[in-house]
């Protein structure tokens, strides 16, 4: 009996103990990610988000951490049909879809964190990787309104707003307006509020982070009227390596005025971060939002994932 007993506890201690063990590990990740958030909302104060703002976060002893731009990229959640037609993405369907497939699948089957499983018999699974992902914030500027409509019925629960608000979003299109950011309640009166800051009117890619090849799919679309979009969108990825870029160095780049209708899609701030924590037991990740405040108010950093990463978990491809 007695080596029964012993054996009995002996098994239990080293879980026991792995698991304080880990808890320790966690709390260590977790304190390093908040501080890096802090750190994030205090160099966003400037407006835009840079690599050299990268460059200066603070190191955390025991930690490995690591920070990048997981927003500056495609969300297959929300893109308009006629920009997956008309640009580089079509190259990116599988054979037998289309872009009508990509809108239906969203109205099948809603929005999907995970792209990989919701859209990977639609999008090439290397595409999926480098230049898509889940973590964006909606536009009516630039977004497919079907999608802003779903997005509005499930946020609500109220189905009669979501149609009026479509309704809106379809004046607006028929209009052809495009609405900074401080003049949405001029169209769109208090019906935004519920949806802040869900649906909104802030450009989705940060041109300091994005790949030139995001970068070009956008600048390639034929309302945009941009001569050479490639070239333009190797020299504004080139340029994000040398110092920060604004919306006026982003004209400059490119060629056309700070009122041309790209400044939509291409700006300078980056809505959601990854936070890779590495301790000598594991590896944490952390996806973060920012959100900004009422005037005034700065950027807020709000955390909404964190947990040990497995192989296999993160398969979205980090962007140096």
Known sequence: MAGTATLTIGSTI?????????????????????????????????????????????AREGVVLRVDDVSSRLNPNLLRKNLIERTALADYLVPGADAAAVQQRREDEGFSVDIFSGYGD???????ERLFTPYSYASVNTDDEFALRRLYLEATGDRAASEAFHAEVQRQLVALEILAPGRLEERYGLALAPVDPLIGAEPQLNANFALAETLGIVLSYPAF?????????????????????????????????????VHAWIGSRTWFWRISATTDAAEWRAIVRMEAGESGEGVRALLCEFGRTEEGDDRLRRHE
Request: hydrophobic content about 50%; glycine content about 4%.
């Open 14 to 58: 080293a879980p026991v103990r792995k698991a304080a063990t880990l808890a320790a590990d966690r709390a260590l990740a977790l304190d390093a990610v908040v501080a890096t958030m802090k750190a994030l909302e205090s160099r966003a104060s400037d407006g835009s988000d840079s690599r050299a703002d990268l460059a200066s976060l603070p």
């Open 225 to 261: 009227e941009i001569a050479d979009p490639r070239e333009k969108a190797e020299a504004i990825a080139e340029a994000a390596f040398s110092g920060p870029l604004d919306a006026g160095r982003i004209s400059e780049i490119v060629g056309v005025p700070l009122s041309h209708p």
């Open 122 to 128: 639609l999008i090439d699974e290397d595409a999926l």
